[in-house]
T-cell receptor, first 119, second 113 residues
Framework: AQSVAQPEDQVNVAEGNPLTVKCTYS??????LFWYVQYPNRGLQFLLK??????LVKGSYGFEAEFNKSQTSFHLKKPSALVSDSALYFC?????????????????FGDGTTLTVKP | DADVTQTPRNRITKTGKRIMLECSQT?????MYWYRQDPGLGLQLIYY???????NKGEISDGYSVSRQAQAKFSLSLESAIPNQTALYFC????????????FGPGTRLTVL
């Protein structure tokens, strides 16, 4: 089985401050991890992913995420938040070693975290 | 993402009606997915298809059916709509590799009265 948790429904930060959106996961094998962003009345857009290699992954719009295997976490970060970063953020996980007839090819999404950046 | 289109974008219907939501993609991807989004519940997988002849149930397939008419087209049907199927529905695509991200359509907002 695979699962992902986003412990915060809402994160509020001031513009210019650093932001963190938290994500923890559970898989049987090793994970592929993804972050997506959803703006109002839009579909989800891919931000970044961890597949293998360097634990710090850089993505679109200045976002980055750090893979921590011991803590089973993949927190999304940005050094300086912008008002335009305000959106709904989803973490997703896919188990690399899933057998073909179970989770293979399927991503499990968290419930989402609403980020609000205030001027 | 304009490469993945969904029709209609909004639909209001009545209980018991049959509804079809359509998804088309120009990305050339083999894999297509249908998700449902409810407030506070994230995305739930309804059905997914790895190619035209490979269709699989997701987490919440009851009350839904799908058809993969071609590589580029994947339709979702509600045979007899009920009010708790009121939600935002997303189609997504990906290449045939577990490490690749998904590309989402703009969504269909469905209201069942």
């Amino acid at each position: 089985a695979q699962s992902v948790a986003q412990p915060e429904d809402q994160v509020n930060v001031a513009e210019g401050n650093p932001l963190t959106v938290k994500c923890t996961y559970s898989v049987s094998g090793n994970p592929y991890l993804f972050w997506y962003v959803q703006y109002p009345n839009r579909g989800l857009q891919f931000l970044l992913k961890y597949i293998t290699g360097d634990n710090l992954v850089k993505g679109s719009y200045g976002f980055e995420a750090e893979f921590n295997k011991s803590q089973t976490s993949f927190h999304l970060k940005k050094p300086s938040a912008l008002v335009s970063d305000s959106a709904l953020y989803f973490c997703a996980v896919r188990d690399i070693l899933s057998p073909w007839n179970t989770n293979a090819g399927k991503s499990t999404f968290g419930d989402g975290t609403t980020l609000t950046v205030k001027p | 993402d304009a490469d993945v289109t969904q029709t209609p974008r909004n639909r209001i219907t009545k209980t018991g009606k049959r509804i079809m939501l359509e998804c088309s993609q120009t990305k050339g991807h083999d894999r297509m997915y249908w998700y449902r989004q409810d407030p506070g519940l994230g995305l739930q997988l309804i059905y997914y298809s790895f190619d035209v002849k490979d269709i699989n149930k997701g987490e919440i397939s009851d009350g839904y059916s799908v058809s993969r008419q071609a590589q580029a087209k994947f339709s979702l049907s509600l045979e007899s709509a009920i009010p708790n199927q009121t939600a935002l529905y997303f189609c997504a695509t990906s290449v045939a590799s577990g490490s690749e991200e998904q590309f989402f359509g703009p969504g269909t907002r469905l209201t069942v009265l």
